[in-house]
Structure formats: C-alpha cells, structure tokens
C-alpha cells in the first residue's frame, strides 16, 4: 500500500516561483509518476509525469515553466514552478500515472495572485 503526501504549496505572486513535493510512504521506483491539479469548478488535469528513468512530459500550459524530478531513493518526486500565472492556481496532487483511486491525497494549495 502506498500513502502520497504533498506539500509546498502556498500563495505566491504572478511571476513566482514555488516547489512541491511529494512524498511517498512505500516504493514508488518503479512507477511512472506524475503531478495533477485541478482548479476550482474544472476537472482535474495532468500536469507532468516522469518516468522510472527519468523521462518527463508536460502539458502545454506548463512547458518551459515547470519541472518534475524525482529521487527514488527518497521516494520523492518535486515539482518546481516558475514564472507562476493566476491560472495556475489550483489544489496540486501527484498520482501514478495512470492515476489509482486509492493513492488520491489531500494535495497542496497553490494560489498565484497580487
């Protein structure tokens, strides 16, 4: 069984930067892994995944702003924002990817605002 907790989130300024992380209570080294948000009255979307290896993909909203890593050996995987926009405000989750019912955790606020 695995138990994801994330953190890092908060309030931040157009133009700001902020890093999550997720923390994972049991082995996440093997699974593709990958951090979602979902802002309010919208349904949840992927934001960017990484592979065991390391590979990654992000969504277009994202590219060239935002950065998933991972570091297996502390069951951990980050997401670093820069250049934050309003429209990035959202509650943040990290699921595997495809996402499991089971893994859903509270998330992490974040709120991109003057």
């Known amino acids: 069984q695995v138990q994801l907790v994330e953190s890092g989130g908060g309030l931040v300024q157009p133009g700001g930067s902020l890093r999550l992380s997720c923390a994972a209570y049991g082995s996440i080294s093997i699974a593709m892994m990958g951090w979602y948000r979902q802002a309010p009255g919208k349904q949840r979307e992927l934001v960017a995944t990484i592979t065991s290896g390391g590979s990654t993909n992000y969504a277009d909203s994202v590219k060239g702003r935002f950065t998933i890593a991972r570091d297996n050996a502390k069951n951990t995987v980050y997401l670093q924002m820069n250049s934050l926009k309003p429209e990035d405000t959202a509650v943040y989750y990290c699921?595997?990817?495809?996402?499991?019912?089971?893994?859903w955790g509270q998330g992490t606020q974040v709120t991109v605002s003057s």
């Open positions: 699921n595997t990817n495809p996402p499991r019912d089971r893994y």
